[in-house]
């Protein structure tokens, strides 16, 4: 099932090999080109300067999700904040499986245990049952340089996630 979905997403496409082989300039408008439609539709990401969008592009990660798999689990350490690029995810109430949010495309979770330092994941989260998901990430580390770097993304990044937080 894994290879037929990353056949179907990628056609065996190494992105990473070629990317590689880039100036830097080159990959940085290669990456920006990949990533620029659903960067733009992550509410901290609308409004930030170029120069942190090319930041983030360089260091985010992809992974491919079968359906049913369970990505986070609530309690467990926070180290990334996912991005959902294809598919739909499920959102379970806290200790049982019901459904309580659907995560469609375009959606983010996981940045709530990322907003604190040593941060636990406050929900259970898997894939859809019926739907093949691909997320892009973002890790722990590579966030806490670019909130260094850049204070005014920290702002928005921790406003927005306050604001989502209480919301839930």
Not at 61 to 76: A, D, K, N, S, Y
Not at 143 to 167: D, H, N, T, W
């Amino acid at each position: 099932n894994m290879v037929e979905f990353q056949w179907e997403r990628t056609k065996f496409f190494d992105t990473e090999a070629v990317l590689e082989i880039l100036p830097t300039p080159l990959r940085l408008n290669v990456l920006m080109d990949i990533n620029k439609t659903f960067l733009f539709t992550v509410p901290f990401f609308q409004d930030c300067d170029e120069a942190i969008i090319k930041e983030i592009v360089q260091v985010l990660g992809h992974e491919l999700v079968l359906p049913g798999t369970l990505i986070i689990h609530e309690g467990q350490p926070a180290e990334k904040i996912y991005f959902n690029r294809f598919g739909r995810f499920e959102m379970l109430a806290p200790h049982s499986y019901v459904v309580v949010h659907e995560i469609n495309v375009g959606d983010y979770f996981g940045e709530i245990g990322l907003l604190v330092t040593h941060g636990r994941y406050s929900a259970t989260v898997q894939a859809c049952k019926k739907t093949r998901c691909e997320v892009a990430t973002l890790d722990r580390k590579d966030l806490e340089k670019i909130m260094s770097v850049f204070p005014v993304f920290c702002q928005s990044f921790k406003a927005i996630g306050l604001k989502r937080l209480r919301r839930t």
